[in-house]
């Protein structure tokens, strides 16, 4: 036999030597949930290890994470009933208290990268991304909106606004409305190709943002196309977007692939709630082993073109990391 693979396999040393792919604290990126109030730590049921923070305590865990040497963080408000409505008004509210954690997070940790979400879900009282008018999701009228949300956040001290709504023409629009208020360093990372999934069931659970009636196939990208994809992302570079992510991730691989070959801005993709607390669950049931099974997760996505990875799990691998239990 003149060919045997397994030589390069033979011990640690060289299988280090080998690897193609590394996973480093940098590529990734903690999703943090916040609400108002003091003192909150809330767990989620269906995300474990994850909690909604009030900022008090999201201070505490965004320092801990810098310990931990993780230092991008994207951030979601839950936000009470009582103020949400047809035009997610309170998304850019003075006293709107996601913005005020923002410019907090980032006055004692310049340091961090922070990015937010674009979207009305949070704020609507109809559960969508954009406008509802007679049961139809508007997406002109819905820009102004996302203009005026990526606005405030930037004027919070954002890093990167991140449009995760799929309106049509938005990255575009936002960029032009950043520029307009001198916001030229402001970046946006941009859900590109976020499609229809069933797999943000947890998330809508932590948020409580469930669309009220319908669902989001009007807007989000149907499960079955790679090629709308491409489509997606040459708008998205055109019109100014810094990343290009994929949502979700792990299944969705072949689509993190396809635009890393066709496109030179960097991949950001979702390794979304559903796909976390799915590998839990295994866990939990003692059917997985966790402390493997997340690592070889994040590992795929990387290796599949993703240049930075949106995971719950960011912080257990820090810590796994830091524990010397990985490879
Ligand atoms: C909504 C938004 C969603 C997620 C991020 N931003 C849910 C949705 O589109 O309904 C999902 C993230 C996850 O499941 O982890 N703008």
């Known amino acids: 036999m003149l060919e045997r693979p397994r030589r390069n396999r033979a011990t640690e040393t060289i299988r280090s030597m080998v690897r193609e792919t590394r996973l480093d604290l940098s590529n990734l990126i903690f999703p943090l949930f916040v609400v108002d109030g003091k003192k909150i730590k809330q767990s989620i049921g269906s995300l474990p290890g ?4 009030s900022e008090d305590e999201v201070l505490k865990e965004v320092e801990h994470c810098m310990k931990l040497g993780l230092r991008s963080f994207v951030l979601f408000p839950a936000v009470e009933n009582s103020l949400k409505d047809k035009v997610a008004s309170y ?4 006293k709107n208290f996601y913005l005020r954690i923002i410019s907090k ?23 969508h991304d954009g406008l509802v008018e007679n049961g139809r999701i508007l997406n002109d009228e819905t820009l102004d909106i996302l203009g005026r949300l990526a606005v405030a956040q930037a004027e919070a001290g954002i890093d990167s606004v991140g449009p995760s709504d799929m309106m049509d023409g938005r990255v575009q629009f936002i960029r032009e409305e950043l520029d307009d208020a001198e916001f030229e360093n402001v970046g946006i990372m ?6 229809a999934s069933a797999y943000y069931g947890p998330f809508r659970e932590a948020l409580d943002s469930a669309p009220k009636h319908g669902d989001k196939k009007t807007y989000q990208m149907d499960p079955a196309n790679k090629w709308e994809a491409v489509r997606e992302a040459e708008l998205d570079a055109a019109e100014g977007a810094d990343f290009l992510m994929v949502k979700p991730a792990l299944l969705y691989l072949d689509i993190i692939h396809l635009l890393k070959d066709k496109f030179e801005l960097p991949i950001a993709a979702y390794n979304v709630s559903g796909e976390y607390a799915m590998l ?10 966790y402390e493997k099974a997340m690592p070889e997760m994040l ?10 990875i949106l995971t719950y799990a960011a912080k257990e691998y820090a810590q796994l990391l830091k524990e010397g239990k990985l490879a």
């Open 91 to 94: 998304g850019h509210d003075p």
């Open 50 to 53: 994850i909690y909604r923070f």
């Open 299 to 308: 590992l795929s996505i990387r290796r599949a073109g993703a240049t930075s």
């Open 190 to 195: 941009s859900y590109t190709a976020k499609y």
């Open 280 to 289: 839990k669950a295994a866990a939990e049931k003692g059917w997985l082993d």
């Open 105 to 127: 997070i980032k006055n004692e940790f310049p340091d961090t990268c922070l990015i937010s979400d674009v979207a009305m879900d949070p704020y609507s009282s109809d559960g």
